[in-house]
T-cell receptor
């Protein structure tokens, strides 16, 4: 079972560059989310989706865009990378209600 | 908005001993779910244990158990017979059963296990 597949695992960007972090899940989960993990701050919710065509902002949405055209895919776009976006990014998916979240392996992004 | 607080940035325990990690949360809702996740150095997020707020009985998974105090909004994790492989970051997380949003996490507790 693939679960949640997140790519790439590592990325270095220059300030002002754009990129897309890919996330795909094969569990037919309704919920998909993007988090960033920074030292001492845990995981903070960037954007989430409760189904295809529906997205909403989390705690720290500025500088990021998302779309959900299919149930399986939930890409995260950085339009103009800034050093403050240096972080580890996680994609997660879960079913309805109190089911656990399944996480991708994370992307370590460095913006120089 | 719901918030989750882990007041212990770091904890250490002797191998084979018991340790308790603390978590408190703030919510006005009555129906929700609580989780403890483990993150080893591999960075992978692993579910340790899950608790439904409507269940009074504390969840247990082998050496891991929780002390869920709904009125106090407290959700601590007890690890018994600690093993070297338990060394990791531990995150407490909250998920509403009612609102259409996703999990909120605490800042984490780094657990060190001493041989």
């Amino acid at each position: 079972n693939a679960g949640v597949t997140q790519t790439p695992k590592f990325q270095v960007l220059k300030t002002g560059q754009s990129m897309t972090l890919q996330c795909a899940q094969d569990m037919n989960h309704e919920y998909m989310s993007w988090y960033r993990q920074d030292p001492g701050m845990g995981l903070r919710l960037i954007h989430y989706s409760v189904g295809a065509g529906i997205t909403d902002q989390g705690e720290v949405p500025n500088g990021y865009n998302v779309s959900r055209s299919t149930t399986e895919d939930f890409p995260l776009r950085l339009l103009s990378a800034a050093p403050s976006q240096t972080s580890v990014y996680f994609c997660a998916s879960s079913g309805r209600g109190g089911t656990e979240a399944f996480f991708g392996q994370g992307t370590r992004l460095t913006v120089v | 908005a719901q918030t989750v607080t882990q007041s212990q940035p770091e904890m250490s325990v002797q191998e084979a001993e018991t340790v308790t990690l603390s978590c408190t949360y703030d919510t006005s809702e009555s129906d929700y779910y609580l989780f403890w996740y483990k993150q080893p150095p591999s960075r992978q997020m692993i579910l340790v244990i899950r608790q439904e707020a409507y269940k009074q009985q504390n969840a247990t998974e082998n050496r891991f158990s929780v002390n869920f105090q709904k009125a106090a909004k407290s959700f601590s994790l007890k690890i018994s017979d600690s093993q070297l492989g338990d060394a990791a970051m531990y995150f407490c997380a909250y998920r509403s059963a009612l609102t259409r949003n996703d999990m909120r996490f605490g800042a984490g507790t780094r657990l060190t296990v001493k041989p």
